[in-house]
């Protein structure tokens, strides 16, 4: 399951290190060009909106199997278009299709006992993070060696191939409710005015990824223009930042222990040191510290944050993952709107100063959330009577 988490998120990543390349194929600028990244975190975030509730009323695995044929169709399409707002759409069908990861997380979560389910939460985005960084290595060797239309090719025979396992090896799962589509879609309002702690980990998530997908937007740039290197040094740094991945695991323990709020407050902490090295000396060694910080600290939050939304209400898990992933994406798309433009107007400093910024933002509300509760706490117990 871990494994089809990476394979699935993987096809929103495969675009990053090719941007140098689409803007040589369609002769435009690095602002037009980010729209590509932009419209694959959209489209994710659609595909989350609409999808990943379903995994409340219909069964899993078949609804799990549809969006992936749907995907493989759609990067094939992808490969052959002619134009640049053509690629654009593609990507965003892409990832709205692409979200099957999401489907199985909350799945996994109802089969882990209950003190074990930040560790199952680590181990699944080991497998997503993994997809996610490897992508990005592998699109910057096929994109250097055989062009940008094959990557998208070849990756729509890796969703076939992926279909193909999972039809023999995933469980069958029942759904946990029973009620129409347009029921469901409202039930989302009701379950995100009522659930309020639902609120902080979906701002938090939303910034902390913000920050690093307007990293990955911009790198391909970074390395063309300040480096003199093309689509497959940048895609190595994949490779650098499955240190993250690893630390999956590790975090979901480290948060079952020491408590998600400790957890996150630390981590954001550690994203905010990167994108402060990585401003203050762009040299090749420097990146690599700080994408393996970065990384590190953005899963964190991630692995925290959404443990700790999957616990809220079991009986809609499929529905708050929705809301805690919409927002999250939300705030990649944001990420990766910032990082081109940015780029086209301050180049790496700005780029760098805006990271900082949505982690600062990140660890601001994360702070005063966690003083408010623990003011609420303190008066429940003032209140309380003695025995």
């Known amino acids: 399951m871990a494994t089809a988490c990476g394979a699935c998120v993987a096809n929103i990543c495969y675009n990053q290190p090719l941007l140098g390349e689409f803007a040589s194929t369609f002769n435009a600028s690095p602002a037009q060009v980010g729209f590509v990244a932009v419209a694959s975190q959209i489209g994710y975030g659609l595909g989350l909106l609409f999808f990943l509730p379903l995994g409340d009323i219909v069964e899993r695995r078949t609804l799990v199997l549809r969006l992936i044929y749907l995907c493989a169709s759609f990067l094939a399409l992808t490969a052959l278009v002619p134009t640049l707002w053509l690629l654009i759409v593609g990507n965003l069908l892409i990832g709205a299709t692409s979200m099957g990861a999401q489907i199985l997380i909350p799945l996994a979560v109802e089969l882990s006992p209950p003190e074990q389910r930040g560790q199952t939460v680590g181990v699944m985005m080991s497998g997503l993070l993994g997809g996610i960084l490897l992508a990005r290595t592998i699109a910057g060797v ?51 005015k ?52 690893l630390a999956a695991p590790l975090a979901g323990r480290f948060a079952d222990r020491k408590g998600a709020a400790f957890t ?89 100063a805006a990271a900082i910024g949505l982690n600062a933002l990140a660890w601001m509300i994360h702070l005063v959330a966690q003083r408010r509760r623990c003011d609420l706490s303190a008066l429940t117990l003032d209140r309380t009577p003695a025995s």
């Not at 239309?149 to 469980?171: C, E, K, N, Q």
């Not at 307007?214 to 895609?235: C, D, I, K, Q, Y």
């Not at 060694?285 to 953005?298: A, K, Y």
């Open 142 to 192: 096929v994109g250097d060696h055989l062009g940008w239309r094959a990557m998208f090719g070849l990756a729509s025979v890796v969703m076939l191939a992926l279909a193909f396992l999972l039809r023999r090896r995933l469980p069958l799962h029942p759904p946990s409710a029973a009620m129409p589509y347009v029921q469901l879609m409202r039930s989302l309002w009701t379950v995100f």
């Open 194 to 245: 009522t659930q309020r702690l639902l609120w902080r980990p979906a701002a938090v998530g939303a910034l902390s990824f913000g920050s690093f997908t307007a990293f990955w937007v911009s790198l391909s740039f970074l390395m063309a223009e300040t480096f003199h290197r093309g689509p497959t040094e940048t895609g190595l740094f994949g490779i650098v930042g499955l240190v993250g991945a």
């Open 264 to 352: 996150v407050s630390a981590a954001l902490l550690v994203t905010l040191a990167a994108f402060g090295l990585m401003w203050s000396w762009v040299t090749i060694p420097v990146l690599i510290l700080g994408v393996l910080l970065m990384d590190v600290g953005v899963q964190t939050v991630q692995v925290a944050e959404q443990g700790n939304v999957l616990s809220l209400l079991p009986e809609a898990r499929s529905r708050l993952n929705t809301l805690y992933m919409v927002a999250r994406f939300m705030g990649g798309a944001l990420g990766s709107l910032l990082g081109a433009t940015l780029w086209s107007l301050g180049r790496w400093p700005a780029v760098c």
